[in-house]
């Protein structure tokens, strides 16, 4: 059966941690590889990293489909590396499943080669141009423990945590709300 993960705020300590890499991409691997697209699907995502989901492991899958509909591709990478990255750079508002509603220019290479392990445990290259560059760096990133609100200046990075610290409190009533419900329907 599928584990049940949820995606953590930005303001979460697992947020903050440089994952670890993956010695092989073993049953286990896949599974969370799967989970992981589950998860990206339900919530309509370009990208996720496992670190969004409390899980330590140099882990990500992305799948642009969404908002590019003629590139279906859904790339599952363990230990993903940049090979190279163009000097042409651009800033693009960017959302994340971690930072809710809260969008955030970043200035990032328009062009990256990238490096990583795939499902079956190979080693590919890929050139990633457009909106795949951006998602592969943007969730890069969460694996060494960035979040697009680290690009912010202090002052907006604070109003930012607020709003996330806000929205936590918000979400623990619920679930505990959610509990309560839950214990008056024994069974
Ligand atoms: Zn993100």
Not at 127 to 143: I, K, P, V
Request: positive net charge; charged residues 30%.
């Amino acid at each position: 059966m599928a584990r049940h993960y949820k995606v953590l705020l930005a303001i979460h300590p697992a947020l903050k941690k440089v994952a670890e890499p993956v010695d092989t991409v073993d049953a286990n691997i896949k599974e969370l590889m799967q989970d992981m697209t589950r998860i990206m699907k339900e919530k309509k995502g370009v990208g996720l990293a496992a670190t969004q989901i409390g899980v330590s492991k140099r882990v990500l899958t992305i799948d642009v489909r969404y908002v590019k509909k003629d590139k279906p591709n859904l790339f599952c990478m363990a230990n993903p590396e940049i090979l190279w990255a163009s000097e042409t750079q651009e800033s693009e508002k960017e959302y994340c499943f971690s930072i809710p509603e809260i969008g955030v220019e970043v200035k990032r290479p328009t062009e990256v080669k990238v490096r990583y392990v795939d499902e079956h445990n190979q080693t590919q290259e890929i050139h990633a141009t457009g909106l795949l560059a951006r998602c592969f760096q943007h969730e890069l990133d969460h694996l060494n423990g960035i979040v697009t609100l680290d690009y912010l200046s202090p002052l907006r990075r604070q109003l930012a945590i607020k709003k996330l610290q806000r929205l936590d409190r918000a979400q623990r009533l619920e679930e505990a709300a959610e509990k309560e419900t839950a214990s008056h329907h024994p069974l």
